[in-house]
Nanobody, 123 residues
Framework: ERQLVDSGGGLVQPGGSLRLSCTAS????????MSWVRQAPGKGPERVSS???????FYSDSVKGRFHISKNSAGDTLYLQMDNLKPEDTAMYYC?????????????????WGQGTQVTVSS
């Protein structure tokens, strides 16, 4: 079965850092554009960051300058380095295949998604 496995979430104080990771099971995303999407309770999914195979990146305005997306050199692990975390960053974070895995504000069903990793920013 092809799936993505994301990890690295946790509880952190405001101003702290976390690094999320995403790996693939049953396939390789070496040649895929990849993204991170988050969803806070009671809100719709939000595209946070994306990376193309050529290295081009996207960041939402809410995380620009604080988050950094990358793949490892083998292209089999996706990361999201999150610094200077704020309470409003609290959400379930999902890795997904594709440059923009949302369609009309909802998760696309025709791509791969991780199971999610919870990030909670609170003092």
């Amino acid at each position: 079965e092809r799936q993505l496995v994301d990890s690295g979430g946790g509880l952190v104080q405001p101003g702290g850092s976390l690094r999320l990771s995403c790996t693939a099971s049953g396939f390789s995303f070496r040649n895929y554009d990849m993204s991170w999407v988050r969803q806070a309770p009671g809100k719709g999914p939000e595209r946070v960051s994306s990376v193309r195979n050529d290295g081009d990146t996207f960041y939402s305005d809410s995380v620009k300058g604080r988050f950094h997306i990358s793949k490892n050199s083998a292209g089999d692990t996706l990361y999201l380095q999150m610094d200077n975390l704020k309470p409003e960053d609290t959400a379930m974070y999902y890795c997904a295949a594709g440059w923009d895995p949302l369609l009309r504000g909802e998760r696309r069903q025709d791509t791969y998604w991780g199971q999610g990793t919870q990030v909670t920013v609170s003092s």
